[in-house]
């Protein structure tokens, strides 16, 4: 168990590093568009993006991305090189022609969408330059994928870094510019051109020399099994867009755009935080692959526990901070027109380890070629979503969007979890989450005392300081985490370059 321990830690560490640089980007980039634009303009922007976006389910139809992941690390394993060159070109050419199709229907059309969705046609050409971003970014998360099925964790992790990097550069140089709200449209189209130059000559060169990434002579019994696995998946991301874009839809049709606006400062705020925090199992997926093809289930068991209370350690105590102080993060983040979106923050702050939870989940089924039990539970969630969304939108704006969000997630981690302990015969270890979450409301009601009571902001960050060292020192003391799993992986750590 201690290789595939160290493999995921490994894989952790440095997506870890490279999430919480990206989200750093994300939230430059935010603070950027919301000092230069009005809430009712930073609404558009996303209500735009969302649009589009939704239709990214259908990029590739029933061969998604992540079958990259699981497939490349299994024939690699079996040395089956041919196998992994028809699979990369299959899906490139299925997802590049997909992407140009669907992107090329929003062009074309950008006017009539620009008019119906937005009630305006002077929108269209912020719709064309967002449709031309859309065909061309799927090449490049495509070799993302390529890299995670290989295991190259240093070029996933650059990969991952430069298309925000460059979108926030860009973005920065266009705004400067005076290009107005146009900056980021114009600067998601270079971004995604140029992470792809870069990242497409490291593939060819450092990782798998394969100059043609396109066929029009497809394997049918490759595409067969693909499909056979992929085909939930496709239902899987057509029921996780819900969580990320339809809440923008629904709010710039049942709201307003200033919704929409407040809504893209809430949602991101706590989407970044369980995207670090979970990015364990952006490489948990091939090394579940692998215990599976073993039949190791006792391995899979022992990684889900340990998963499970290393997430509620470190996610707990953020969704604490982030409850208590929401007005303040929207104030220093967005400015104090957002701190309207303070309440929604609160509700969906308290999603955070769900969501955390069920993309853990989620890596097992996935692993284990299990995705139709995924489809079961998140088709509820994503139905639960959507018709709380209709129901309470129009009554509370932007906070009913968040609890429909919450709602849906704490259904589907229960469903979920209801699964995973059937299949893998899981214990649970009630007890140590027991001390996690009475040692996190200890946490909670001495923060909040001292937020009460200490006016002097300085003084006031020094005690919660000392709070969270505390905390640290008690998981310690009540053998939550145990001294002997940190000296485990001390070497590791110390023999990174």
Same mark, same amino acid.
């Given at each position: 168990?201690?290789?595939?321990? !160290?493999?995921?830690?490994?894989?952790?560490? &440095?997506?870890?590093?490279?999430?919480?640089?990206?989200?750093?980007?994300?939230?430059?980039?935010?603070?950027?568009?919301?000092?230069?634009?009005?809430?009712?303009?930073?609404?558009?922007?996303?209500?735009?993006?969302?649009?589009?976006?939704? %239709?990214?389910?259908?990029?590739?139809?029933?061969?998604?991305?992540?079958?990259?992941?699981?497939?490349?690390?299994?024939?690699?394993?079996?040395?089956?090189?041919?196998?992994?060159?028809? /699979?990369?070109?299959?899906? $490139?050419?299925?997802?590049?022609?997909?992407?140009?199709?669907?992107?090329?229907?929003?062009?074309?059309?950008? !006017?009539? #969408?620009?008019?119906?969705?937005?009630?305006?046609?002077?929108?269209?050409?912020? #719709?064309?330059?967002?449709?031309?971003?859309?065909?061309?970014?799927?090449?490049?998360?495509?070799?993302?994928?390529?890299?995670?099925?290989?295991?190259?964790?240093?070029? $996933?992790?650059?990969?991952?870094?430069?298309?925000?990097?460059?979108?926030?550069?860009?973005?920065? /140089?266009?705004?400067?510019?005076?290009?107005?709200?146009?900056?980021?449209?114009?600067?998601?189209?270079?971004?995604?051109?140029?992470?792809?130059?870069?990242?497409?000559?490291?593939?060819?060169?450092?990782?798998?020399?394969?100059?043609?990434? %396109?066929? /029009?002579?497809?394997?049918?019994?490759?595409?067969?099994?693909?499909?056979?696995?992929?085909?939930?998946?496709? /239902?899987?991301?057509?029921?996780?867009?819900?969580?990320?874009?339809?809440?923008?839809?629904?709010?710039?049709?049942?709201?307003?755009?200033?919704?929409?606006?407040?809504?893209?400062?809430?949602?991101?705020?706590?989407?970044?935080?369980?995207?670090?925090?979970?990015?364990?199992?952006?490489?948990?997926?091939?090394?579940?692959?692998?215990?599976?093809?073993?039949?190791e289930y006792n391995k899979i068991r022992l990684t889900v526990n340990t998963?499970?209370?290393?997430?509620?350690?470190?996610?707990?105590?953020? =969704?604490?901070?982030? &409850?208590?102080?929401?007005?303040?993060?929207?104030?220093?983040?967005?400015?104090?027109? $957002?701190?309207?979106?303070?309440?929604?923050?609160?509700i969906l702050s308290l999603g955070i380890i769900m969501q955390v939870l069920?993309?853990?989940?989620?890596?097992?089924?996935?692993?284990?070629?299990?995705?139709?039990?995924?489809?079961?539970?998140? =088709?509820?969630?994503?139905?639960?979503?959507? %018709?709380?969304?209709?129901?309470?939108?129009?009554?509370?704006?932007?906070?009913?969007?968040?609890?429909? =969000?919450?709602?849906?997630?704490?259904?589907?981690?229960?469903?979920?979890?209801?699964?995973?302990?059937?299949?893998?015969?899981?214990?649970?270890?009630?007890?140590?989450?027991?001390?996690?979450?009475?040692?996190?409301?200890?946490?909670?009601?001495?923060?909040?005392?001292?937020?009460?009571? #200490?006016?002097?902001?300085?003084?006031?960050?020094?005690?919660?300081?000392?709070?969270?060292?505390?905390?640290?020192?008690?998981?310690? $003391?009540?053998?939550?985490?145990?001294?002997?799993?940190?000296?485990?992986?001390?070497?590791?750590?110390?023999?990174?370059?």
């Amino acid at each position: 168990m201690a290789g595939y321990s !160290k493999r995921i830690v490994e894989g952790a560490f &440095f997506v870890t590093i490279s999430s919480i640089i990206i989200a750093i980007l994300g939230y430059l980039l935010r603070l950027v568009l919301a000092r230069n634009l009005s809430v009712e303009e930073y609404g558009l922007v996303y209500a735009i993006i969302s649009l589009v976006t939704i %239709f990214s389910i259908f990029v590739g139809f029933t061969v998604p991305p992540v079958s990259l992941v699981k497939y490349i690390s299994e024939f690699k394993t079996k040395g089956e090189t041919e196998k992994i060159k028809k /699979l990369i070109r299959i899906i $490139y050419t299925f997802h590049f022609v997909s992407a140009f199709l669907i992107g090329s229907i929003f062009i074309i059309f950008s !006017k009539t #969408i620009s008019k119906g969705y937005l009630g305006s046609e002077k929108y269209f050409i912020l #719709i064309i330059l967002y449709s031309i971003f859309f065909i061309i970014v799927p090449l490049f998360s495509l070799l993302k994928d390529i890299f995670r099925g290989f295991q190259k964790i240093n070029y $996933y992790t650059w990969a991952n870094i430069s298309q925000p990097f460059f979108l926030l550069i860009f973005t920065l /140089l266009f705004v400067s510019l005076d290009y107005g709200i146009s900056s980021v449209f114009i600067a998601y189209i270079l971004s995604a051109f140029s992470s792809l130059i870069i990242f497409y000559f490291i593939f060819i060169k450092k990782v798998f020399n394969l100059k043609n990434l %396109f066929t /029009l002579n497809f394997d049918k019994s490759l595409i067969k099994n693909i499909s056979g696995f992929a085909f939930p998946l496709f /239902l899987v991301a057509l029921f996780d867009i819900v969580y990320g874009r339809l809440d923008s839809i629904l709010l710039s049709k049942l709201a307003s755009l200033k919704d929409v606006g407040l809504y893209n400062a809430a949602y991101p705020t706590v989407s970044s935080i369980w995207g670090i925090v979970s990015s364990v199992v952006v490489f948990l997926i091939p090394i579940i692959s692998e215990i599976s093809a073993k039949e190791e289930y006792n391995k899979i068991r022992l990684t889900v526990n340990t998963l499970y209370k290393y997430a509620l350690v470190l996610v707990l105590p953020i =969704m604490t901070f982030i &409850f208590l102080f929401s007005e303040s993060v929207l104030n220093i983040l967005f400015g104090n027109e $957002y701190i309207a979106a303070a309440t929604a923050l609160k509700i969906l702050s308290l999603g955070i380890i769900m969501q955390v939870l069920i993309r853990i989940n989620n890596a097992v089924f996935i692993g284990n070629a299990n995705t139709k039990i995924m489809v079961k539970f998140l =088709m509820v969630g994503s139905i639960l979503n959507i %018709f709380l969304n209709l129901l309470l939108i129009p009554i509370m704006g932007l906070n009913g969007a968040a609890i429909a =969000m919450v709602s849906s997630f704490f259904v589907m981690l229960s469903i979920s979890m209801v699964f995973l302990k059937k299949q893998f015969k899981l214990k649970w270890d009630i007890l140590i989450y027991i001390k996690i979450i009475l040692l996190n409301i200890l946490v909670y009601f001495l923060i909040l005392f001292l937020k009460s009571y #200490i006016n002097n902001p300085i003084l006031l960050l020094i005690l919660i300081v000392i709070v969270g060292l505390t905390y640290m020192l008690s998981i310690l $003391y009540l053998n939550i985490i145990k001294i002997d799993e940190i000296k485990r992986y001390i070497p590791f750590f110390k023999n990174k370059r």
